[in-house]
């Protein structure tokens, strides 16, 4: 369990999607990152841009800012070399991979370590799933619950009402009984 809950905090929101990054997948294969993503290129084919993407400089100065704050293990991201040339290296923006992706990585990767990992990872996906459905059915319960108090504010604001008008039919009753008699008298 305590796998899925690491593999969890690498799950990341972008553009909609729920993604892994190239780096972290890589840690957890238990390989570079550049020799997952030249495997990938190798199978270009099996990993359309629903399965893929790369990050935009924003999408990962967003990620960056946001893993700096969340992430004590790995440190902050940084940009990754590709390969060697020179003294720096090429720098890119990382590559993600959604759900799908990931298990189509399971068909390039075949590693016994990868296997075991690609097998969690699909497991921390769907727990994720239930999370959420389990949060959406407890916003639903909300708004009932919402809806159901705002009829009975409505119905007891009708009792107070009917209550206070049956209040003032009272004292005026009241008043007329207990009021001076004046005319005739017997």
């Keep these: 369990m305590q796998i899925i ?101 399971s068909g390039i990767l075949t590693t016994d370590r990868a296997i075991q990992m690609n097998i969690a990872i699909m497991r921390a996906f769907v727990e994720i799933r239930k999370i959420l459905l389990r949060e959406n059915d407890l916003k639903e319960q909300l708004q009932l619950i919402k809806e159901r108090l705002g009829e009975h504010d409505v119905q007891l604001n009708q009792i107070y009402d009917a209550m206070e008008n049956l209040l003032d039919e009272k004292a005026a009753e009241r008043k007329w009984d207990e009021r001076e008699r004046i005319g005739f008298k017997k």
Aim: no cysteine.
């Design 5 to 105: 809950t690491t593999i969890q905090n690498r799950i990341y929101k972008i553009r909609g999607e729920r993604v892994m990054l190239d780096k972290d997948l890589a840690k957890l294969y238990g390989t570079e990152t550049k020799f997952l993503n030249l495997a990938v290129k190798r199978n270009i084919k099996r990993f359309p841009k629903d399965f893929m993407f790369q990050l935009t400089k924003e999408e990962f100065d967003y990620l960056r800012s946001q893993n700096v704050t969340l992430n004590n293990d790995a440190g902050s991201l940084r940009l990754q070399s590709a390969t060697s040339k020179g003294r720096g290296g090429t720098r890119y923006l990382p590559y993600v991979f959604t759900e799908q992706g990931v298990a189509m990585l």
